[in-house]
């Protein structure tokens, strides 16, 4: 069966300091995988996806980016945190089946990120 | 459009009687929907999904209808129980190929004893 892992799972920073949230996932292979931030008491904005190794699709401009360099490995990054950058930060995965284009997302546990 | 910046509504209910939780989309292109259930502090977990062709579906006690007339999807919990406390999200695919999920901004359900 398919899981999907976060870590960590919390996070405290201070601003101005690097991030490095990792995902993967086990039990597929190429998978499309997401990056979604959740203000508390709110819904999900997708910033990222990405189809393929190498492959990145930013969906807001922001102070985030995101990288994946491996099949099923997923990594959103900062150089320095602001404020605004706190949130509950979720991954995410979906299988393509050939011929289908329609496919449920499953998300991970959620890293729990507070900038200071 | 996506309400990520929007408090959440709210619905209570009563553990035992059966909830309705409606969801309002806006591209009559969308064709496929998924519900999905959070908890406090965890992931959206699936719940139930559909597709255009159809305008009901059933889990176990969950009914997820498809209006299509007029853009509405609800999800129906028969005999809550204190675990249905959660927020629940409705998604669409809006774009063919994008594979991209588009939420809804949710509704936090509340069973009381």
Sequence with gaps: ?????????TLVQPVGSPLSLECTVEGT???NLYWYRQAAGRGLQLLFYSVGIGQISSEVPQNLSASRPQDRQFILSSKKLLLSDSGFYLCAWT?????RDQETQY?????????? | GESVGLHLPTLSVQEGDNSIINCAYSNSASDYFIWYKQESGKGPQFIIDIRSNMDKRQGQRVTVLLNKTVKHLSLQIAATQPGDSAVYFCAENRVQGAQKLVFGQGTRLTINP
């Design chain 1, 1 to 9: 069966s398919q899981t999907i892992h976060q870590w960590p799972a």
């Design chain 1, 29 to 31: 292979s190429n998978p």
């Design chain 1, 95 to 99: 299988a393509l089946t050939s011929g």
């Design chain 1, 107 to 116: 998300f991970g546990p959620g890293t729990r990120l507070l900038v200071l």
